[in-house]
């Protein structure tokens, strides 16, 4: 996924899974952005930042950056800062660096989001997995084979032939699996 459409889903994330009014990117691609890749708002007066991080490895200092670039500038004032990262977190590593940068700004809700925990909530969102990835990858990452609210979607069959026997299993219209079987001639 390439920066701008990683950046793009997390817009997504923002409304459909966070419950934000309405979000959009922040700046331009290779420009500075002040720490925020997206911002999202409930009212238009309360603000949220994300900042995307495709990164391999994700640490305390790397979090620490993070907030730094973002407290350099202010252009206008943000509740939360969410640093969302592709990769997977280990909380030990991590976990005393955001309690002190926390107690440092208790009026900055700061939250990191790694891998694991975009995946958990992007399973629940079917229509966001399709606008990113498509709808074979939502039927995989969301474990839906075959649904009455996916219209043209039809169960899917396998057949095994052994013996002259052919042993069919498959999913109905509702995701329930079936056997069946009948006599080659």
């Known amino acids: 996924m390439s920066p701008y459409d990683f950046e793009a889903l997390i817009a997504e994330v923002a409304t459909a899974v966070d419950g934000h009014r309405e979000a959009r990117l922040y700046g331009r691609p290779g420009r500075a952005d002040d720490g925020r890749d997206v911002i999202a708002t409930d009212d238009g007066m309360t603000y949220f930042a994300y900042q995307c991080k495709r990164v391999a490895q994700f640490d305390g200092a790397a979090l620490r950056r993070a907030v730094t670039a973002f407290e350099v500038r202010q252009p206008f004032v943000v509740t939360s800062f969410i640093v969302v990262v592709a990769c997977i977190v280990d909380a030990k590593d991590i976990e005393t660096d955001l309690i ?31 606008t990113a990835f498509g709808s074979a990858i939502r039927r995989d990452f969301c474990n839906e084979e075959a649904s009455s609210t996916a219209p043209g979607i039809r169960p899917m069959t396998a057949t095994v032939a052994e013996g002259g026997i052919s042993i069919q299993a498959g999913r109905d219209i509702n995701g329930a699996i079936h056997f069946g079987q009948s006599s080659g001639s």
């Open 100 to 130: 002190d940068l926390r107690a440092v700004r208790p009026s900055l809700d700061i939250q990191v989001r790694d891998g694991r925990d975009l995946s958990r909530s992007l399973r629940e969102f079917p229509s966001v997995v399709e």
